[in-house]
């Protein structure tokens, strides 16, 4: 498994870790966008349109930095998924929609468009379910760590404390 970015840990925690997921064992795409991106709680939502194959990042703020920051964040998600997907890590159930859909309110402010693949993935994937794997689950409640770096940590504390007692009753040998 690869390294993830702050980011990208944040939101495989969100994910792993929302509320939904962990009584159904799936989450529908658009439970998780207005969970943990879109919604009235959040500074973006998301205007997708099936008819067009459009979509459309719409941002709360006037600030050119923190539109970038939000496009970017959405980006990373994304392609996160997107990656995971392709690594048979999560799975995504459920066949695509004609969807044309708001989540939010929207703000005339600023209106970024997505484009491919990343629209492409969103326009097939909303209205599905995200089922993440065993293996991701446990990657993100060990923090990120695999088996064998957990198991690399054990045998290290192991051999640390191997070499103490064995200091230890060289010491106590030589003095008793």
């Known amino acids: 498994m690869r390294n993830f970015s702050k980011e990208e840990k944040n939101i495989l925690n969100q994910l792993i870790n ?11 795409f658009e439970v998780f966008l207005e969970d943990c991106f879109f919604g009235d709680e959040h500074d973006s939502n998301i205007y997708v ?5 459009e979509v459309f990042l719409s941002i709360k703020s006037n600030d050119v930095v923190k539109r970038r920051k939000e496009t970017v964040r959405v980006i990373v998600m994304v ?42 993935f969103l326009l097939e994937k909303l209205g599905n379910f995200i089922l993440p794997s065993e293996e991701l689950r446990a990657l993100v409640n060990n923090n990120f760590k695999n088996s064998e ?17 064995s200091l230890l009753i060289g010491l106590l040998g030589i003095f008793f």
Do not use: W
Not at 49 to 53: A, E, G, P, Q
Not at 91 to 115: H, M, P, R, T, W
Not at 150 to 163: C, Y
């Open 79 to 120: 392609n996160l998924l997107m990656e995971l997907m392709n690594l048979g890590i999560i799975s995504f159930i459920g066949k695509e929609n004609e969807i044309k859909k708001c989540s939010g309110q929207q703000y005339n402010n600023a209106l970024v468009k997505i484009d491919q693949p990343i629209s492409s």
């Open 18 to 28: 929302s509320k939904t997921l962990k009584i159904e064992g799936m989450i529908l």
């Open 149 to 165: 770096e957990i198991r690399h940590r054990q045998t290290m504390i192991l051999a640390i404390v191997a070499i103490a007692v």
């Open 49 to 53: 349109n099936s008819d067009t194959r």
